[in-house]
């Protein structure tokens, strides 16, 4: 059984930075494709970004892009969600995602199998 543990939310400033942590078990993170995504109060849940399954290559939402980066650590079997330039428009649950065994891409908020317990984050302007 796959299980995604995310750890590092918390209160940030409007320009400042976090990282997230995603602790996979029962799974290696370069067997599947991982992701990251986010549901704000009151809106659907959201696509952050995504790390390929084989590979390196990410994709990311375009509100994200050019100030989040998603990368994994093989060999602590975790993946990481750098973000920078903080928004208050960016306050959400943060969850991990996994899809299933030998997926290599996902870019959108449909399609994971597996989810994180989720992580608050939230900027203040």
């Known amino acids: 059984q796959v299980q995604l543990a995310e750890s590092g939310g918390g209160l940030v400033q409007a320009g400042g930075s976090l990282r997230l942590s995603c602790a996979v078990s029962?799974?290696?993170?370069?067997?599947?494709?991982m992701g990251w995504l986010r549901r704000a109060p009151g809106k659907e849940r959201e696509f952050v970004g995504s790390?390929?399954?084989?590979?390196?290559?990410?994709s990311y939402a375009d509100s994200v892009k050019g100030r989040f980066t998603i990368s994994r650590d093989t060999a602590k079997n975790t993946v990481y969600l750098q973000m920078n330039s903080l928004k208050s428009e960016d306050t959400a649950v943060y969850y991990c995602?996994?899809?299933?065994?030998?997926?290599?891409?996902?870019?959108?908020?449909?399609?994971?199998?597996?989810w994180g317990q989720g992580t608050q984050v939230t900027v203040s302007s």
């Open positions: 995602a996994a899809g299933v065994f030998g997926s290599d891409i996902l870019a959108g908020p449909r399609g994971w199998n597996y």
């Open positions: 029962g799974s290696t993170v370069s067997s599947r494709v």
């Open positions: 790390i390929r399954g084989y590979g390196t290559s990410t």
